[in-house]
């Protein structure tokens, strides 16, 4: 096989806003394409300029996201989506809403269930039902986690409770200046759900970022980094980093290392040897 056929692309931009309107172009050739389409959009900073444009186009009445289905990548335990310290609720305020999508078609994570077992079963089941994900959105955590599948988390894993590292608490209490209690624990979609995902997109910005997308992509796969596992989604799987993100990446290609909007080349590379 050839190499490259199961390589993960990488599309460096030159900086956050060219991140975000080429996240935002998959996105609209995906609802083009699948107008129902199952989409999974993570929460925290790094997708806030991805939320403004889909949201001014469909402000312009060039997008309509009204059809499409959202599965919610995770939420604090025992917060429900009306809590002011909820990702549900966030990502509710900062899109679903203003870029008029139907909560109807949303599936929120089940974070307040009295029995989070079952509601993380069957969670998977609903998903399940309507095909998978077409397309998973993520972000990367600073350790490394991807939506909060932390150090620690294996391939194999499904959408369940964990503990979160002190080090996301904090980074989550800062969502909201410090100002709301944040649970320790936490429901997520697991990493061999959002694996299964037709295409996943990795978004990644700003220099802080850039030792752990190295490891992700640049060395063998490990719990101890589970962003690592999105290797093995191989082609299936685009990697958009803004300059400073992509600093520390080995040049797989000569070339200018910013590509404008991939047209320029893709830098593609293999995965390592497992
Ligand atoms: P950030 O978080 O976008 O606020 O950097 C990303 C993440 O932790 O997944």
Not at 96 to 110: F, K, T
Not at 164 to 169: A, C, V
Not at 179 to 197: D, E, F, K, N, Q
Request: negative net charge.
């Amino acid at each position: 096989m050839e190499p490259e056929q199961s390589g993960v692309t990488v599309r460096v931009v030159p900086d956050a806003a060219a991140m975000s309107r080429t996240t935002a172009e998959i996105v609209v050739e995906t609802v083009r394409r699948l107008p129902e389409a199952v989409i999974a959009f993570p929460t925290g900073s790094t997708p806030l300029g991805l939320f403004a444009d889909l949201i001014a186009r469909v402000e312009a009445g060039t997008l309509d996201l009204s059809r499409i289905r959202v599965f919610c990548l995770d939420d604090y335990l025992g917060v429900g989506p009306d809590d002011p310290n909820s990702l549900t609720r966030w990502l509710r305020d900062a899109f679903l809403e203003p870029a008029r999508l139907d909560l109807s078609r949303v599936q929120m994570m089940p974070a307040a269930s009295p029995d989070p077992v079952a509601a993380a079963a069957n969670y998977e089941t609903a998903l399940a039902d309507v095909g998978g994900l077409d397309l998973a959105i993520l972000g990367l955590g600073p350790n490394g986690h991807i939506a909060y599948n932390e150090p620690g988390a294996t391939a194999d894993s499904r959408t369940r409770v964990v503990d979160l590292t002190p080090s996301s608490t904090e980074q989550a209490s800062a969502y909201w200046h410090d100002t709301l209690p944040i649970s320790s624990r936490a429901m997520t979609i697991g990493v061999a759900t959002l694996l299964a995902a037709r295409r996943i997109v990795l978004m990644v910005g700003g220099e802080a970022k850039s030792e752990v997308l190295r490891r992700a992509l640049q060395k063998p796969m490990t719990a101890d980094l589970p962003a690592s596992w999105l290797q093995s989604a191989g082609d299936r799987l685009e990697v958009i980093a803004d300059q400073a993100a992509a600093s520390k990446l080995d040049e797989p290609t000569s070339g200018p290392r910013a590509i404008d909007e991939g047209r320029a080349g893709r830098q593609r590379q293999s995965p390592p040897s497992v």
